[in-house]
C-alpha cells in the first residue's frame, strides 16, 4: 500500500482530527468570488491548515432570486494559508459533510444539510457585500 503521509516543512500544531471548520477565503479583489471551505481540519501548521473539504463558490448576489449559481468543487485534501484565511466557524459535532446535500431558499441561503444537522454556507446580505 501507497504511503499517502504528506510530509512538511514546518512544525505542526496538535489538534483532535475530529474537527469540522467552514473557512472562508479573503478576498484578493472586490470582483472574486467568494470562497468557503468545508470539512474536516486534518493538521495546523505555522503557515497553513491541512484540510479535507468541499468547496464552495459563488459571486455577489444581484437580487434574491439568484441563489442557485453556487458551485461545489470537489472534495480533496486542501493546504489553506493562514494568510488567506478571513473568517473560521466550528461546525457542529457530528456533522456528516461527506454525505451533506446543497439547499438553497427563495430567499438566498445556501445551507450543507445532513440527516441532523445544518450549516448554513451562506445568506443573501453576505454576498450584497
Known sequence: ME??????????????PTNIWKVRQKKAYPEATNHIYLGKVLQQYQSHVLMDCFTFHFG??????????????????RRIPWSQIEVIHDVVE???FINAKIETDDEGTVVFRDKHHECIITKRTDRLK
Open 3 to 16: 504511503d499517502k503521509t504528506i510530509k512538511a516543512r514546518d512544525e505542526a500544531f496538535t489538534l483532535e
Open 60 to 77: 455577489k448576489t444581484i437580487d434574491a432570486t439568484v441563489h442557485n449559481n453556487v458551485i461545489t468543487g470537489m472534495r480533496r485534501v
Open 94 to 96: 457530528g456533522f456528516d
